[in-house]
């Protein structure tokens, strides 16, 4: 008869939790007209503050919604503030870490 040992189990560290509001639009590689018509849906149910939010190569596809929505759509909005960054990022493939640049882009409307 064998009998089980059970391995002492690993205290992970708790994680992090960012928590997202409701009016982050998260860009990503989808065409920037889905993201000007996100922010466009957020001024219109009342939120007088979003935030766009881009990593890495969709970056400029952030700025290129933020200069739409500024040039074409919300004549009155405001950018409150732009925020650079770097996360480091594992890579599965090749088991190291990266570097990613990120951007927060703060637009309100009076």
Not at 40 to 60: C, W
Not at 73 to 78: Q, R, S, T, Y
């Amino acid at each position: 008869m064998t009998e089980k040992t059970e391995k002492p189990e690993k205290k992970e560290k708790p994680k992090e939790v960012k928590r997202m509001e409701g009016n982050v639009v998260l860009i990503g590689r989808k065409p920037v007209m889905n993201y000007v018509v996100a922010c466009l849906t957020f001024f219109n149910s009342g939120e007088k503050q979003v935030v766009v939010k881009a990593r890495g190569r969709a970056i400029s596809r952030a700025v290129d919604t933020v200069e739409l929505l500024r040039r074409a759509f919300v004549k009155d909005l405001e950018l409150q503030g732009i925020t650079i960054g770097t996360e480091e990022v594992q890579r599965a493939e090749e088991n190291r870490k990266t570097n990613v640049s990120t951007i927060e882009i703060n637009m309100t409307r009076p």
